[in-house]
């Protein structure tokens, strides 16, 4: 599919990825389809990049988690870098969410100053601090 036609795609059915990689990544299910999106539940950053390639998220929700030590602390500052890169490719317009431990917090203006990011939560999110969230984007 080309990249005008995701496009295209994205503008006329407002699509959510949420990124669910762990138990803490609250259910919104219903708020997102109240505020009339379309939720695309994907359970790590490989599968958002799969989904990504063949459909343009309007909005990203995702988990952050910061890379003590690991492949991600050289190249990278967490499990949502390499995703968030693509993103750029496929869709710039896309808005994202990030929702953090507070212990992980202070990391992620590393993570901000590689990315757009439309809004930070810290944990726990409730569902209004989604929904605000959700319409500043």
């Not at 992620?108 to 726990?124: D, M, R, T």
Request: aromatic residues 10%; glycine residues 4%.
């Amino acid at each position: 599919m080309s990249e005008e036609k995701l496009r295209k795609q994205s503008l006329s059915v407002p699509l959510l990825f949420s990124l669910v990689e762990s138990p803490a990544h609250p259910d919104f299910s219903a708020l997102y389809r109240r505020l009339g999106y379309t939720q695309q539940v994907l359970t790590s950053s490989r599968k958002a990049m799969a989904a990504l390639k063949k459909q343009v998220p309007a909005v990203v929700v995702g988990e952050f988690f910061y890379g003590y030590g690991n492949n991600y602390a050289g190249a990278n500052v967490s499990n949502l870098d390499v995703f968030l890169r693509a993103l750029q490719k496929y869709s710039q317009d896309a808005r994202v969410v990030v929702l953090v431990d507070k212990s992980e917090s202070k990391y992620v203006e590393k993570l901000q100053h590689l990315f757009e990011i439309h809004a930070v939560l810290v944990y726990p999110v409730t569902e209004r601090e989604m929904e605000d969230a959700l319409k500043r984007c």
